[in-house]
């Protein structure tokens, strides 16, 4: 196959892996690639620090991304009901596959798709949500509808999020705890808990101190560790330590 006359050629030094999760299962496979593997988690671009979070006159719940099975927006139509003091803002996804959406799920009043905006317009939506949340189910399609990423991914909204000094609440899945600390830099609560999800906005809704500082956490772990620099720095330290290139 192509990926193993990859590794046999003459130029090759290490590969790159997004999780943990995949370097695992990488060496499964390719046992002889020991000790010429690099972790480095993705990351977003060197985001502006923006103000601190000041409270909404309406409680606002942030998803941004795909509206692809798995990504958990079935999780957040269910919790909407039960946080009838919250508004959540769905941003993301085309016309038809809104309108979808629409078809086969009943949408509560306090759920908004926003659809698809630029990219450059995302840092100042997410800035003015109260929460940013991350929904995973424990399988995650990709374009397409096929295959299943939960268990390797290292999805770039994360990291965007950390950027943005708001709580997040996101799926507890193994994969995410490569990056989020429970209590520590974001609340996790059980993919499709609906239960759990109900109460961590709860928590962060009445507990401003907390929220306040998971999202500085956040921000502090991103500008150390999640920036593209700081990314590239991790690796080519990581290619000196493995001799993979001179110091």
């Known amino acids: 196959m192509d ?3 990859l590794l046999a050629g003459t130029g090759f030094r290490a590969v790159v892996c997004i999780s943990e999760a995949l370097e695992r299962r990488l060496l499964e496979a390719f046992p002889g690639l020991d000790g010429r593997t690099i972790v480095a988690h993705d990351g977003a671009p060197a985001l502006e620090k923006p103000e601190s979070a000041g409270r909404n006159e309406e409680f606002v719940v ?3 991304g795909s509206l692809h099975k798995g990504k958990g927006v079935e999780t957040l139509l269910e919790v909407a009901p039960r946080c009838s003091w919250a508004t959540f803002r769905i941003v993301g996804g085309d016309p038809s596959t809104i309108q979808a959406w629409r078809e086969e799920h009943v949408i509560p009043a306090n ?3 926003l659809g698809h905006h630029a990219h450059r317009e995302l840092p100042t939506m997410m800035a003015e949500c ?3 949340v991350a929904p995973y189910l424990e399988k995650v399609s990709v374009h397409g509808g096929g295959g299943d990423v939960a268990r390797w991914m290292s999805p770039l909204k994360l990291f965007e999020y950390m950027a943005m000094l708001r709580p997040i609440v996101a799926a507890d899945l193994p994969v995410l705890r490569e990056v989020l600390r ?3 830099n974001a609340l996790l609560a059980g993919p499709g808990k609906v239960d759990e999800w109900v109460r961590a906005l709860e928590l962060l809704r009445d507990d401003g101190e907390l929220a ?3 999202g500085e956490q956040a921000r502090s772990d991103y500008e150390a560790r999640h920036t593209w620099d700081a990314r590239a720095g991790h690796i080519l330290s990581e290619l000196r330590r493995i001799g993979a290139v001179s110091a």
């Open 111 to 113: 759920v908004h798709f």
């Open 182 to 184: 429970d209590g520590d």
């Open 212 to 214: 306040r500082r998971l």
């Open 130 to 132: 109260d929460v940013l």
């Open 3 to 5: 990926f193993e006359r």
């Open 62 to 64: 942030g998803y941004f």
